[in-house]
């Protein structure tokens, strides 16, 4: 045969001939390689002849012949492996880096989805007709043969795709600490669900941006099917929230990656002048205000105690800024009954290295507001805020309901010290709320603890327009690190938390150093910022 009409030839088959390699072929490398080999061999092999009456049939025999050739010299039968299980296949692999492919190939089925990946599995595997699969799972011929078709070029096009594993991949985030606001259910908080670093760092990876199960997938470096069942069930808990297009997105609060000291330190300074003026206008009013509280019993009879504990109070609760926000979205409700705002701080980096605070600050950490309140005892109530001025231990998670139950308990005579409550009396010793010698350490306010709050004065709204503008501007300049979806609690929590425990913790320095309240005693620390309510008082 002349050159020009092997050359119309090739030209004309080149198309079915890459075809054939493809079909045989793992990866679109072997394909190119497999079909060069072919055409080689085919185009030489016209040139060598003179007439040739089968032509199809002429080419696909030499296809077939180099394709047998090409197996023999370049691949091997191995196992692979879906889901950890090993499986025989029968489709020859690369001999020259068979680990490579087999690596691939391992990798992307694994980001196939679960019905897809369970179809080819069955189909290709356990050779199962498309009428056995339908009747396991349920699901149409068509649609079966539609999953094989597309796990096939899903498959193909994950071998030549470079899957990049993210940030979260190679350093993955650790929490300093976990938080919350609001019921935190059975379990308990966030730690309960996102103690460890995949399900941590999965919520994490959606944060900023809403992704899909398999682009979770890749920012993490795994593969979807270890994830799976994982992302239900933080879904399902309300950890995740999924979006439209199958991305998830999540309403827990993570602290920006960096920080400025400087708009810290500005913020301080502010918060500092609004508590130097609650000292003077704000806290004799509120002194005021539980002066005619008379059925109320104190560890050793220093009053002081609950007027530092009723200013904690009402500086923290009654002195914000009231923003009209709904916050119902970022509410987290389990499945275990938890009902709760969560908040995660991770490490942070300073963004201006080089500013100089104008001044030290003592730490103005604190737990927050905590309310327990009583099924079995209708008038038991405590609430309590945890800060360096207390000395109990455990925050939240060690404040149970019961040790108010216990020593309510104790205080209406229903227990005595005997070996049959030993426990309940180990319990309030070891928190301090019972002295050795059987002595209630804590206040206890005979009445209803609502009116008691409602008692308190809220802060003049004059005095509210001083810092109210700087609040709410401050509050937004913060909010523009923090991702879209998040700006509404980050606003509502820093402006209408501007006058907080922080500032609460200032006006309690302020008044503990200028003589106005006399040093806490190391037994009074118990008590400090803890009240208990209930219809009687200790004996």
Known sequence: MNKQKADELIVQYLPKIYGFAMKKAFSYEEAEELSSDIVTQVYLSLLSEKEILNLDGYIWRISEHVYAKFVSSKKRREGISIDGMEIPDNTPIWEEDPEEELALLRREIAFLTQTRRQIVYSFYYQNKPISAITKETGIPEGTVKWHLNKARNDLKEGFIMERKIGKLGIKPIEANSFGHSGDPGKNGGPEYYLGNKLNLNIVYSVYHEPKTMVEIAEELGVTPVYIEDTLKELEANGFLVKQ????????????????????????????????????????????????????????????????????FYAVTNKCGIELKTDLSKYSIKTLAGGDFIAFIDIPATQSDPDYVPSRSYPPYWACGNMTRWSEKYPSVYSWSIDTRYSSREGYWANNLTSDYEYLYEFMTGAIEDTPANKDKFYRLRKRGYLTGDNKVNIMVVRGDQNAFFANLPVLDEEIKRTFADYALEQAMLIAKDYPPQMRELIVNWNAGGFVGATVALMVMDILYENGTLRPLEENERITANLLMFCDRLPK
């Open 244 to 311: 439209a297009g199958n991305r998830y997105t999540t309403y827990v609060k993570f602290n920006s990656e960096t920080y400025s000291l400087e708009l810290q330190d500005k913020r301080l300074q502010k918060q500092m002048e609004i508590a130097e003026i609650l000292v003077r206008e704000y806290v004799p009013q509120v002194r005021a205000a539980i002066a005619d509280v008379k059925e109320v019993y104190i560890p050793g009879g220093n009053r002081e105690l609950l007027e530092a504990a009723a200013i």
